[in-house]
């Protein structure tokens, strides 16, 4: 961009060049006078602001934001700002008769975070960049006819690499979208976009500004346009239309902090019931914490005597655990079923002692998840979970033994 400065030399020089011969150049037309006018859209977010130049006897200029953007040049331009503030405008120009810098003017951009929606959206009142993932509850995602009354479909539990995106988006109005492990190797969309917020009839909408960019499912909605149908600070519901006229809800949550999380799977939001899993081959393996299967491999596929593989092993998240052992309980040692043994007992839930996700201390003496001899210390430390699995280890990272366990939802 040629500066203000090169500019007024090019006018000096052009007489230079007539002569060949060397004089003093003097400017031959009036000082100009830079001044200019501004207003602000603020029907959507960010706000747009429009500069209108009102500067006599110039013919260059250039424009400075005060928000750190790079100079502009034009007579009328527009800018866009993206957060909430009073920014320092000025004005240079050039003319025949020399330069000049209009006064400075402030510029007051208003926050969207007025809006309850938007507020709600990028978590005005916290961090600023409202972080979201899938509700965990059946019905995540929606499809509903042109009508947006008529249900087509709701989904259920959501496949662990989907229930893991990300859907973040900042009071600069930047949204994220981090697609986690991926369903499809390969096939991440995992990016960032812009977007825009507004109010129509009512109604308010945010725009993503990108190509490809979508939020929840990748099939695009018209004009990449969500409808805000709740922004609390619990829950984000989004409603799209497909070009073919029906409509998808996403519902989203805040993630929970990892140790809540792992509380979350495994008691399924108030009570979950697991077992065992016979389905598997190893589903029980005994050594040592360095080498978990150095003392027992673990036995084939639904080789589980059938009085252990029933049993039901239930948490709540009043820290209660059931064991209903059905008919009879396996016990090691004398690798015989005997007398049920069913129980339950509080447990203490926190962060692990050693390796793994989160753990869990039953306290009533005898209690047991799996296999009676699992853990004298009645410890087990979650290793891995999903809305389906469990790996257990039992016992503390210091016991000799320890098992591991694989468990499934009942």
């Avoid at 006064?103 to 507020?119: D, I, M």
């Amino acid at each position: 961009m040629t500066s203000l400065r090169q500019a007024i030399l090019l006018v000096a020089g052009t007489g230079l060049l007539a002569t060949c011969q060397p004089k003093k150049y003097e400017l031959d037309g009036t000082a100009p006078v830079a001044d200019f006018s501004v207003t602000l859209d603020t029907s959507q977010f960010p706000v747009v602001a429009t500069f209108t130049n009102l500067s006599t006897d110039a013919f260059l200029y250039q424009w400075d934001f005060g928000d750190g953007s790079d100079l502009v040049a034009g007579k009328t331009v527009t800018h866009t700002y993206t957060l909430p503030r009073t920014y320092q405008v000025k004005l240079l120009v050039a003319g025949r008769g020399g330069s000049a810098t209009s006064p400075v003017r402030e510029v007051t951009v208003p926050s969207g975070c007025g809006n309850l929606n938007f507020a709600g959206l990028v978590d005005c009142g916290g961090t600023g960049t409202g972080f979201w993932t899938y509700s965990d509850q059946p019905g995540a995602v929606k499809t509903y006819a042109a009508d947006g009354v008529t249900l087509l479909s709701a989904t259920g539990t959501l496949p662990d690499c989907q229930a893991d995106d990300q859907f973040n988006f900042s009071n600069s109005y930047v949204y994220t979208y981090d697609a986690g492990l991926g369903c499809t190797a390969g096939s991440s969309l995992s990016g960032v976009s812009n977007f825009s917020f507004r109010v129509v009839n009512g109604v308010s909408q945010l725009t993503l500004l990108r190509n490809r960019a979508f939020i929840g499912l990748p099939d695009s909605v018209r004009n990449k346009t969500y409808d805000v149908v709740e922004a609390t600070g619990s829950l984000l519901r989004l409603r799209g239309t497909r070009p073919d006229g029906t409509q998808v809800e996403v519902s989203l949550v805040h993630p929970l902090p990892p140790l809540q999380r792992v509380e979350r799977l495994l008691t399924g939001g108030s009570s979950r019931t697991w077992v065992l899993d016979n389905t598997v081959a190893n589903t029980i393996t005994v050594g040592t914490e360095a080498a978990p299967t150095s003392y027992y491999a673990g036995g084939a596929l639904g080789s589980l005597p059938a009085c252990q593989a029933d049993d039901e092993y239930t948490f709540s998240t009043a820290h209660n655990f059931i064991y209903d052992a059905k008919a009879e309980t396996f016990v090691a040692g004398v690798y015989a079923c005997q007398a049920p043994r069913s129980r339950t007992t509080a447990y203490v839930y926190g962060q692990p002692a050693g390796a793994g996700l989160a753990q869990l201390v039953l306290a009533a003496p005898g209690s047991f998840i799996g296999a009676t001899d699992a853990a004298a210390d009645r410890t087990y430390r979650i290793l891995s979970i999903n809305t389906r699995q469990m790996v257990l280890r039992a016992g503390a990272a210091t016991a000799d033994p320890v098992f591991t366990l694989k468990l499934r939802v009942r």
